[in-house]
């Protein structure tokens, strides 16, 4: 059952909880790596170094956005492929994240997570909501059957 109550408060603390940890993950690629040393990774992975300030750009924006509650849902859901990239980087690591170049765990759940955001909302305090999809025969697709 949910509680109708509170419900919206804790879809907000999901939503800042990860717009903290991509905004984090943007710092790290950015102050830690650089972004010289991140294409460098990409690189090394057989993947376009080209992408690296794509997904630092996806990650500190997107992050941001979840953190203000600026379309969370919605962005979410488009950062869902930058989580499965990184749990495709991860997976051969192992199961643990604490495992040598860090394993799929934490993308794993981060990926749930995500998830989660998408399916319950975007929660209290955001500033622009996600506006409902379409409505089929006059009901809003995200309302009870």
Same mark, same amino acid.
Do not use: C
């Given at each position: 059952?949910?509680?109708?109550?509170?419900?919206?408060?804790?879809?907000?603390?999901?939503?800042?909880?990860?717009?903290?940890?991509?905004?984090?993950?943007a710092y790290l690629?950015?102050?830690?790596?650089?972004?010289? @040393?991140?294409?460098?990774?990409?690189?090394?992975?057989g993947l376009p170094?080209?992408?690296?300030?794509?997904?630092?750009?996806?990650?500190?924006? @997107?992050?941001?956005?979840?953190?203000?509650?600026?379309?969370?849902?919605?962005?979410?859901?488009?950062?869902?492929?930058?989580l499965l990239g990184?749990?495709?980087?991860?997976?051969?690591?192992?199961?643990?994240?604490?495992?040598?170049?860090?394993?799929?765990?934490?993308?794993?759940?981060?990926?749930?997570?995500?998830?989660?955001?998408?399916?319950?909302?975007?929660?209290?305090?955001?500033?622009?909501?996600?506006?409902?999809?379409?409505?089929?025969?006059?009901?809003?697709?995200?309302?009870?059957?």
């Open positions: 059952m949910i509680d109708p109550r509170l419900a919206p408060y804790g879809a907000f603390v999901l939503r800042v909880a990860l717009g903290v940890m991509f905004v984090a993950h690629k950015l102050a830690v790596f650089t972004v010289a @040393g991140f294409q460098g990774f990409l690189a090394s992975l170094a080209a992408l690296a300030w794509p997904i630092i750009l996806a990650e500190l924006f @997107g992050g941001l956005a979840l953190v203000l509650g600026i379309y969370g849902r919605a962005v979410a859901l488009l950062l869902l492929p930058v990184a749990l495709a980087v991860h997976a051969p690591n192992g199961w643990l994240f604490t495992a040598a170049n860090g394993g799929w765990e934490y993308p794993a759940f981060l990926m749930v997570a995500a998830a989660v955001q998408v399916l319950v909302g975007d929660g209290a305090f955001a500033l622009k909501p996600t506006p409902r999809l379409g409505a089929v025969g006059g009901r809003a697709l995200s309302s009870p059957a």
